[in-house]
């Protein structure tokens, strides 16, 4: 693994969490919130997986080019 990996895994679950964080708020407000402000939050919440997407494209892209993954070796370690 190179620090350039680092970064972009760091970058993509910050994303995760960014965007799993819109999400719940999303779920949670939905009965809640006026039509007009659920359809913003709704596009945050776009916006914010799109985000994700593409910090998971650059980390794929990284690692494919790179061959920095990181070890795919059985996961128990990584198992949560
Ligand atoms: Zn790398």
Same mark, same amino acid.
């Given at each position: 693994m190179c620090d350039e990996f680092d970064k972009l895994m760091l970058a993509y679950q910050q994303a995760v969490i960014k965007h799993t964080e819109t999400l719940v708020l999303l779920e949670g407000f939905r009965t809640k919130l006026s039509k007009q402000d659920y359809d913003r939050l709704e596009q945050v919440v776009e916006q914010n997986r799109l985000a994700l997407e593409e910090a998971r494209r650059n980390l794929e892209e990284h690692a494919a080019s790179h061959?920095?993954?990181? %070890?795919?070796?059985? %996961?128990d370690a990584a198992t949560t």
């Open positions: 061959g920095c993954l990181p %070890s795919t070796e059985p %996961s």
